[in-house]
């Protein structure tokens, strides 16, 4: 059952990065693109769990140090992102903002539902759903956005967003290391 819902999940991600990516390019949109890149990220977190998912909590603890690790890696990359379009400027288009918002947060809410019914689950799986409700709570910060650019008819909101969503990604990675340095030391513990 894990295996099957991590490879849905992941299908979904890595469908999500190529339109936030697509749409971002289109919409000349910074939060669009931090999206794409946190739903990258979020694909690589799910291949190496599916990796660890069969191996010894060790592989899995490694894994999840991994995961949390490149989620902070692509918080730097949004970051630069978000600054490079400050300096150079940008157009965001807030209707295609929203559009792809409104398809992410549901397909995200799908992810979130179908993580939740695992039971018993390990610190990959956990780290996961963190994923998957950063994901939920970026895209409807990213509606927000969308409508802003669009009343106002300015890039700021747009670049906000980015950079809230770089911290919302460094947050999670932060969560997933504690989470795994947690779970070594409990394993420490069992083993004396």
């Known amino acids: 059952m894990e295996r099957r819902t991590l490879w849905i999940v992941l299908a979904l991600n890595i469908g999500l990065a190529v339109a936030f990516f697509a749409t971002g390019a289109f919409g000349d949109s910074s939060a669009l693109i931090a999206n794409g890149l946190d739903n990258l990220s979020d694909s690589f977190v799910y291949a190496i769990s599916l990796f660890a998912l069969s191996r010894s909590d060790k592989w899995k603890r490694g894994a999840a140090n991994v995961s949390g690790g490149l989620l902070i890696l692509f918080a730097a990359g949004i970051l630069y992102d978000a600054w490079r379009r400050y300096i150079g400027g940008s ?29 018993d689950p390990d610190v990959n799986i956990r780290a996961a759903n963190t994923f998957s409700y950063n994901d939920f709570a970026a895209n409807l910060g990213i509606v927000v956005a969308g409508g802003l650019v669009a009343w106002l008819g300015t890039n700021w909101p747009d670049l906000v967003v980015g950079v809230i969503v770089a911290g919302i990604a460094a947050w999670g990675g932060i969560d997933i290391l504690r989470d795994a340095h947690g779970e070594h030391h409990k394993a420490v513990h069992t083993d004396k």
């Open 91 to 119: 157009d965001p288009l807030g209707t295609i903002m929203i559009a792809m918002a409104l398809i992410a947060a549901a397909i995200n809410a799908v992810c979130v539902w179908l993580l939740a019914k695992l039971k």
